[in-house]
């Protein structure tokens, strides 16, 4: 093989390209769908050794349009089908797909409980603020007074905070990000995978069927990046006029306090070294002394 | 001396004082005697409720007998009971023989005689002889010193000496069971173990003797949850993931133990969705995995039994039934989760059910469903109950599969010859062709619950709709198709057919041998696999008898069949009726399907 | 001018161009001219998939007659379709007749001219008469200063012509509808219409005319769900408390929007689970109230269902059956949560299930089940389906029955009748006697899952598990014996007797008159109770019939009965087949119906 | 009437006792259910309206014991039950009685969007820190390293901290008592009772049968007491030994801070006030015009 040969990549973009998505036109899925692709090409990640795992709801779809191994499950609970590959094949690589509905409506037990156990994974959160493939009801992260069509009066209460609830529960990586902030998008990806252990990234994202006027993209003055030298770089496409701060992503009251402006704030919240609840329990086997399987009976013998 | 070959006694006490292990050491010596014993123990449904109330009732029923048990028997010959609140409660399950011998502790009645006097009024009235006794005074200051505990020595010194035992050898498991007690409590219980020996002379002259047999091979002393982990384990299965809830939770009690030692691992989950959720993930990346609960866990997992059947993963779900509906009677016995897991997830589903008979079967079901799930990629379950997963039995030990790490279709024929299979074609057509597991290099697939053609592609056509049902149905006629003719009893042909599945499977094997003797014309079925059910061949072996019934432990009326039934009756078309069919949360006793035969065969003798 | 008192047409888009809007103002337009409809809308499972791609088709079938209109027939007359592809995906559903008419829009030809002609052949080859159009270039600009859209109003202009109705009737519609657009684009639109109108003499000469009637009574327009929402209201339930899920949620939608202009609450619950446990939560502190769900949300509800039966608080679950089994076919209606709603949850369950036939059962179903759930303090199911969910009728305006604030015994008579029913005695018999509500002084009380006895304390022995079974299982009963002979079509007697249930019996009804016609000697039965069944009334029916066979939408085979016909066999013994048993997603088809019909009878008229 | 007998409560605590309990000897719950008496009684609060509502576990069988209304719920679900009551009777009052599994591991969702809503009700989590009725497994609760019938190795991983929990999600009444502080747990329950919304006390709780070694009853140093003027008095007869420190119930990143103590801190951490979401939607529908029941149908003429 010559050098040139070598240089080129592996595994190109195209190569993660399965079945075409079904989404609707401007819908950021796409995007995300581009920067996973993107991340998993910049990494050579082998595409079998994939898994991309997702609930039901038009982000739910994205594992079909990823020419890896997928597993499209059921209404909110990603997170226990993951759990079950992380902890029986650690050699495979997780990706769990979930939208705001799907992770904190109807999933939130299951996400609660994959963050405390902080197994590895990279968690994105599809945050629409809306249910999209339901047709227009308030989620969790909707925010007050949105008119919806369970809520045509104006969606009744403040959303749900995802970083301060993912905070509570100890996570050990947060970060937020946007579809269309595409460098930064793909940076997280990169720091969220290197991270062992459950990496919880807040995506927020168009929907320009039911939520339009969800984020103002005239301007970036709503905007405000963290940025630390262990922390994402702002965007470069999107940071004029973006305000900049300087956030520490080890210090988890200042987490807590600059979580207060989410979802205008993007950046890395906060990271923790933590072993992982699976490898816990992978060790605790590991580390049994084995015994022979053909006495398996001999301890209940009279 | 009275020559028995076969009797039951029982020993009630207020919950946390230790009957249950009184009696484990007392089978114990049974066993060392050859005998064999079937042990059911009955526990609250509460922790430690207060003492003296009748849901403090905890004990063990022990069967004990020359010949192999298959079953807990009708009733109780010999009652040891601390007190006439806990007599009274268990009065009332009328489970007692005509001529049964209880004995009462008098030590509370002192300050509650009127009570006791009612009590044991009661029980005389029944006809049973009630013999009270007093402990002996340095067994009751030795009690006092340690706390309270220790009086179920006493009692198992009495039984030492009814049943004729060598105290030294009762003393030698004493001493095995309690090695983790200091040298000097352990001491302490060993006499008051012996002044109740001692003291039993004076409360009751007989002695019970039981003849004695040579044991040949190896035995082993397990009960049914301890069995089905065992065979997790030797069926090759790398991961259990489940959520505590009784009975279930002693699978994964013993595997929390066990596992590790052979390689696998237990995962507890935050509730029973999750539970399935991971087994699920588990085995779409090719690890074998199972999940355990019982009735409201099961009712929680229907949503993702469906994602298993959608997206042709494979699945073992272990439901241990407990009393329903609801939270029901969580420490009783049923089987009516039947339905449930035929039919609880929407839509059509496709799954495949085992029942589990005996403490053999909870050890080789694991394989079997193993195999099952494998070539079908359809959810199996292994239906067990209550009594079944806490009821101890001597039995010869198991061969083992060592199916670890080996491909399922190594299984043995003859555990899937238990459970009256025979091995599956060698191919099974799927919705998808690809079935590639997660890290083969070019296998790169997705599944999803959502309707596919057989590339795998989401698809909402009517033919791929309709050819997706069929595949998955198929799998399921498959299995009909290598189901042998189910284990009988008794006739060929004749008047009545009895069927049973599950724990009921001894109660009918005895009754069937008792109607037998007794000139009746009689047979008996029982089903190993109650879904999908071998309709041809139950239509032949019912054609052979003039009646058909079913025995089992579940509501069932003349105007609702109890499940078996019920599934009997749609695809055979014949007359099932459920001639027993307790909803009570105890097991059938082979005394009611005798009187059963005996109405239904015009109490006529063939 | 062809004459017609019934045809079938449809309109095929892609998703986001106006399909459904553009018909919902046609058969407005029909309803003006005495027309009867019925209108099915086909669905996404996407929001708005790319345009020019199979998933996006986006439509609406229309049959339209002289007469009142049971369902939506077999076959399609004329088909209006914006390009290739969408045809192309229709076709595999195989519901063209034979001299069915295709109008195809040229615009994309041009770029995929191979792709169009390659389908217009297929459909060729199928005998169906294929017409190529292009619309008028005044309308494209139009619809391209409107960012394409408007398309669809050219179509509904050339529909307009084809069945002959005045344009200016449908202008008066097209500027209701659009109300809210600027008078500017109002009349771009109209523009768009017209020119369609004018210019499909040149597409096709022939017109169509359905003879007019004179508009009798007040009718209404209603689909499967706003009925229900409707009929919610009336009935006087005061909570509604759901999680979004197709096809279900748009009963919630309609609710959020109703509901608090009567006085009614609706809750968007995080999901199916805690949805239902608010509507229990309410109903015990004496609140009438409501669930709805499809599919996957019954399968998470089995856990509270069965808590509602032993608690024996009321409790009310709308399923609007979807295509399964798992996530399915999300927007294809099938009727196969039967045995889920009777089966699904753990243990022996008392539970009423009714069905919905069309739109006036949707409206009454709740005041049904409201009498049912509180009378018996059981659960009572409603099972809908897709199909009828979505689906717009023209009917008589219904009587209201007005039960807001009134009890629910005040329930009309005819609205029992309409489901075969008469009124349940007054005294039904629960497990506890005290059945206060809170607030109501002197009647504290607790209620749990667990089992009680009379006096409602938890209780774990035999005859009170034995008792709380045969009380549950008597109201059930109580049901069936207030079940009147359920509604019957054509032949007393005779050759065959077809059954259905839900959304088929229009189709039943309209076959068997056809079937009557053409000399068969057949009858029909339609259950609108499904659980229990009135097993006397139906096995005294079935005897005066050689074969019984059920049509249902949702998977049957041989060995495996469709889910109505294994409840019938399992009650009746009788062998009664599923004969049709389509797990396509699609209605069953008049047609269908009747060359069973004709197969069954051996193709010899009575 | 005399005044004497004006004088004398209405309700004593004796009016609020039903079945007899059956918990083990030396059981933490015998103390709350006095201690809930005792609370009643105080307030006079008249039997019948009072709905008391659990999950399963040893602590879910509270309702059976106190004669009011009671609903034994499911696992975990006790909190949409409440809701039920919530919406459609504000004239009863609410309590949630819940185990620390029931809470946080099969109910942690509905628990999440309880809070959430902020809906009126006292939920009691009682924290035994395992799981009682179904006999010694780890619960998320469980220190790490204690061995139980479910992690005999001991406990794999780090607990929950159920006020940051909380606190994530944006509760507005947040303390921690423990059932053997008597005037502690009363004085909480009645400040719990007084706030409007979604009142959330973690009780200490000790569970002799199963974690014996969970608390230590020997002395006192191990814990802390907040105190404010709008907080809850530390408890007289436990003072003794323990810290006190000052902490003001409406700072909440100073609450997020305090949190970290848990679970050896005890007071009151967070106190706001806002709107609930039953108010929310009742109002909703106050304050829409009502229309002609009669007319339901005329808006679907033709
Ligand atoms: C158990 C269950 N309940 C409900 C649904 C219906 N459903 C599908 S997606 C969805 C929510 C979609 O919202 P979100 O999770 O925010 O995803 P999005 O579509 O916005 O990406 C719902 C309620 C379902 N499929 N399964
Ligand atoms: C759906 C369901 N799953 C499991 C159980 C079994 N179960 C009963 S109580 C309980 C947990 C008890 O722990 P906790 O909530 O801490 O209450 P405690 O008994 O300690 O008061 C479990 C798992 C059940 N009853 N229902
Ligand atoms: S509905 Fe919204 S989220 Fe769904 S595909 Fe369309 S734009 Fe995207
Ligand atoms: S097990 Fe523990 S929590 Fe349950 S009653 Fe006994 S002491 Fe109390
Ligand atoms: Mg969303
Ligand atoms: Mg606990």
New interface residues.
């Given amino acids: 093989m010559s050098t040139e040969q070598k240089e080129k990549p592996a595994y190109g973009m195209k190569d993660y390209k399965?079945?075409?998505?079904?989404?609707?036109?401007g819908c950021g899925d796409y995007t995300i769908l581009v920067g996973m692709r993107k991340f998993f090409s910049n990494a050579q990640l082998?595409?079998?050794?994939l898994?991309n795992?997702s609930g039901?709801g038009?982000s739910g779809?994205m594992?079909?349009y990823l020419?890896?191994?997928?597993?499209?499950?059921?209404?909110?609970?990603a997170?226990?089908?993951?759990?079950?590959?992380a902890?029986?094949?650690p050699?495979?690589k997780v990706f769990i797909h979930s939208g705001d509905g799907d992770s904190?409506?109807?999933?939130?037990?299951?996400l609660?409980?994959g963050i405390?156990?902080?197994f590895n994974c990279v968690y994105l959160m599809y945050d629409n603020q809306i249910?999209?493939?339901?047709?227009n009801?308030?989620s969790?992260t909707t925010r007050q007074g949105l008119p919806t069509?369970?809520?045509?009066?104006g969606t009744?209460?403040?959303p749900?905070?995802p970083v301060?609830?993912?905070?509570?529960?100890?996570a050990t990586f947060i970060a937020t990000t946007a579809e269309w902030m595409n460098k930064h998008l793909v940076d997280t990806l990169e720091k969220a995978y290197a991270h062992q252990g459950f990496s919880f990234i807040h995506i927020a994202q168009r929907c320009p069927?039911f939520n339009p006027a969800a984020w103002d993209f005239q301007n970036n003055e709503w905007i405000t990046f963290m940025e630390h030298e262990n922390g994402i770089a702002a965007d470069p496409r999107i940071s004029k006029g973006a305000k900049i701060i300087q956030h520490d992503p080890s210090n988890k009251?200042g987490a807590?306090?600059a979580a207060e402006e989410v979802p205008n704030i993007f950046g890395l919240f906060y990271q923790e070294k933590k072993e992982t609840?699976c490898n816990?329990?992978?060790k605790?086997?590991k580390n049994?002394?084995?015994?022979d399987?053909?006495k398996?009976?001999d301890a209940?013998?009279? | 001396m009275t020559k028995k070959n076969m009797t039951r006694l029982e020993l009630l006490m207020d919950a946390g004082n230790g009957a249950q292990k009184a009696g484990d050491i007392l089978i114990k010596g049974f066993a060392k005697k050859g005998h064999y014993v079937f042990i059911e123990p009955l526990i609250p449904a509460e922790i430690s409720p207060p003492k003296r109330t009748p849901h403090s009732l905890s004990g063990a029923v022990i069967r004990v007998g020359e010949d192999e048990l298959t079953n807990i028997g009708s009733y109780t010959d010999f009652v040891l009971v601390e007190h006439e609140i806990l007599l009274k409660k268990r009065l009332s399950d009328k489970e007692f023989s005509k001529d049964c011998i209880i004995f009462i502790d008098m030590a509370e009645s002192k300050r509650f005689s009127d009570d006791f006097e009612e009590v044991i009024a009661e029980a005389e009235a029944e006809g049973y002889k009630v013999i009270r006794f007093n402990m002996h005074e340095d067994a009751l200051a030795t009690i006092k010193a340690l706390n309270g505990n220790g009086k179920n020595m006493y009692y198992l010194g009495m039984m030492t000496k009814l049943f004729e035992m060598q105290p030294e050898e009762i003393e030698t498991v004493i001493r095995a069971t309690f090695r983790k007690l200091s040298e000097d409590k352990l001491n302490q219980n060993i006499g008051i173990f012996k002044l109740g020996y001692d003291g039993f002379a004076e409360v009751y002259q007989e002695n019970i003797s039981i003849p004695e047999r040579k044991i040949e091979g190896d035995k082993v002393l397990l009960d049914g949850n301890t069995a089905m982990a065992l065979g997790i384990i030797d069926a090759g299965i790398k991961l259990f993931s489940g959520y505590p809830i009784t009975p279930a939770s002693t699978i994964m009690h013993n595997l929390a133990k066990l596992f590790p030692q052979y390689g696998g691992m237990i995962h507890q989950a935050e509730d029973e969705i999750s539970a399935i959720g991971t087994a699920i993930g588990s085995y779409f990346v090719g690890v074998p995995s199972v999940t355990a609960t019982s009735g409201p866990g099961l009712s929680l997992k229907q949503e993702f039994i469906g994602l298993a059947t959608g997206t042709e993963v494979p699945c073992i779900i272990i439901d241990v039934q407990r009393a329903g509906p609801s939270t029901g009677l969580p420490t009783r016995t049923e089987q009516s989760d039947l339905y449930s897991a035929i039919y609880g997830a929407h839509g059509d589903n496709a799954t495949v059910v085992l029942s589990v008979s005996n403490v053999e079967d909870c050890f080789y079901a694991p394989h079997v469903a193993r195999y099952l799930t494998e070539k079908l990629r359809v959810p199996v379950f292994i239906l067990s109950d209550y009594l079944t997963s806490v009821s101890y039995r001597i039995l010869d030990k198991m061969p083992l599969a060592l199916l670890q790490d080996k491909d399922v279709t190594e299984i043995p024929e003859y555990i899937l010859k238990r459970f009256d299979l025979k091995p599956l074609p060698e191919n099974i057509e799927m919705v998808k062709d690809n079935q590639s597991k997660p890290g083969e290099e070019g296998g790169t697939r997705r599944v999803t619950g959502l309707n596919t053609d057989e590339a795998g592609q989401v698809i909402y056509t009517s033919e791929s709709d309709h050819r997706a049902h069929q595949v998955r149905n198929n799998k399921v006629y498959a299995v009909e198709d290598a189901m042998l003719e189910p284990e009988k009893f008794g006739d060929e042909s004749g008047e009545l057919l009895i069927v049973s599945w599950g724990s009921c499977r001894g109660v009918l094997q005895e009754s069937i041998t008792k109607a037998k003797d007794a000139g009746y014309s009689v047979g008996g079925l029982n089903l190993k696999i109650v879904y999908p059910i071998p309709t041809k061949h139950l239509k032949n072996i019912f054609s052979k008898y003039k009646k058909v019934v079913t025995i089992e432990v579940g509501y069932g009326h003349e105007r609702k069949p109890a499940q078996l039934a019920g599934l009997l009756r749609m695809q055979t078309l014949v007359d099932v009726e459920s001639a027993i069919s307790n909803a009570t949360g105890r097991p059938i006793k082979p005394i009611q399907v005798l009187e059963m035969i005996e109405s239904k065969c015009q109490g006529v003798p063939a």
Avoid at chain 1, 131 to 135: R, S
Avoid at chain 1, 164 to 170: E, H, I, N, S, Y
Wanted: contains cysteine.
């Fill in positions: 399965a079945a075409d998505p079904r989404w609707c036109t082998p595409p079998h050794k898994v795992i039901i038009c779809r594992p079909h020419e890896t191994y997928g597993l499209h499950g059921v209404h909110g609970r997170v226990p089908l993951a759990m079950g590959v902890l029986t094949r050699d495979l904190i409506s109807i999933g939130g037990n299951h609660l409980h405390h156990k902080n249910y999209g493939l339901t047709k009801q308030s969790p069509m369970s809520q045509p009066a009744y209460i403040e749900i905070n301060k609830f993912a905070l509570g529960l100890g069927k009251n807590f306090e609840y816990l329990v992978q605790n086997t049994t002394a084995q015994k399987p053909n398996i009976l209940f013998q009279l």
